[in-house]
T-cell receptor, first 113, second 113 residues
Framework: DAKTTQPPSMDCAEGRAANLPCNHS???????VYWYRQIHSQGPQYIIH???NNETNEMASLIITEDRKSSTLILPHATLRDTAVYYC??????????????FGTGTRLTIIP | DTAVSQTPKYLVTQMGNDKSIKCEQN?????MYWYKQDSKKFLKIMFS???????INETVPNRFSPKSPDKAHLNLHINSLELGDSAVYFC????????????FGQGTRLTVV
């Protein structure tokens, strides 16, 4: 039940902006878009999430298209430590405490010195 | 002051043995999880507990038994270990009703020989 599609791998030069795309063409109106990353041998790390509007925090920016069928995670000034697998996840938040992260295959981002 | 801590980090054991992995979170979260990442790097949820109550139990063999003595701890006990149990096991926690806003531990690499 793949709700998102991401390129398997990308390269980005150190210091440049890394733009990671995600397609979620079947997203429903109350589903959020979440991004996580997993640096080698570490646990996944939450990055950012959004519903409709673009979002920015200290780690990244999330741009969601107006039709919400795709989004882009932007790391504004990529460093070598940003080399990781990045996961895009769409999900509807509930109040029942039964949410679960469903990870796909993600995008392996490699920052080139 | 690690938020989600797991012990041990590495565990090598023989087939047929029983082992436990411990997890503790100091974030005051109500919900805790166990995820398994196999050799192909797929990350899947196994269990979730909400304030010591089992909420999610994916299709996991009965040999795996989570135990939550209090809401800050969720331990994973595995009986009669098999070769296929070799994987990295991640513990995570999240505030109630925000299952996608999870904080992960560093993982326990289990190797069954």
């Amino acid at each position: 039940d793949a709700k998102t599609t991401q390129p398997p791998s990308m390269d980005c030069a150190e210091g440049r902006a890394a733009n990671l795309p995600c397609n979620h063409s079947t997203i429903s109106g109350n589903e959020y878009v979440y991004w996580y990353r997993q640096i080698h041998s570490q646990g996944p790390q939450y990055i950012i999430h959004g519903l409709k509007n673009n979002e920015t925090n200290e780690m990244a920016s999330l741009i969601i298209t107006e039709d919400r069928k795709s989004s882009t995670l932007i790391l504004p000034h990529a460093t070598l430590r940003d080399t990781a697998v990045y996961y895009c996840i769409v999900f509807q938040i509930s109040n029942f405490g039964n949410e679960k992260l469903t990870f796909g295959t993600g995008t392996r981002l490699t920052i080139i010195p | 002051d690690t938020a989600v801590s797991q012990t041990p980090k590495y565990l090598v054991t023989q087939m047929g043995n029983d082992k436990s992995i411990k997890c503790e979170q100091n974030l005051g979260h109500d919900t805790m999880y166990w995820y398994k990442q196999d050799s192909k790097k797929f990350l899947k949820i196994m269990f979730s507990y909400n304030n010591k109550e089992l909420i999610i139990n994916e299709t996991v063999p009965n040999r795996f038994s989570p135990k939550s003595p209090d809401k800050a701890h969720l331990n994973l006990h595995i009986n009669s270990l098999e070769l296929g149990d070799s994987a990295v096991y991640f513990c995570a926690s999240s505030p109630r009703g925000q299952g996608l806003l999870a904080f992960f531990g560093q993982g326990t690499r289990l190797t069954v020989v």
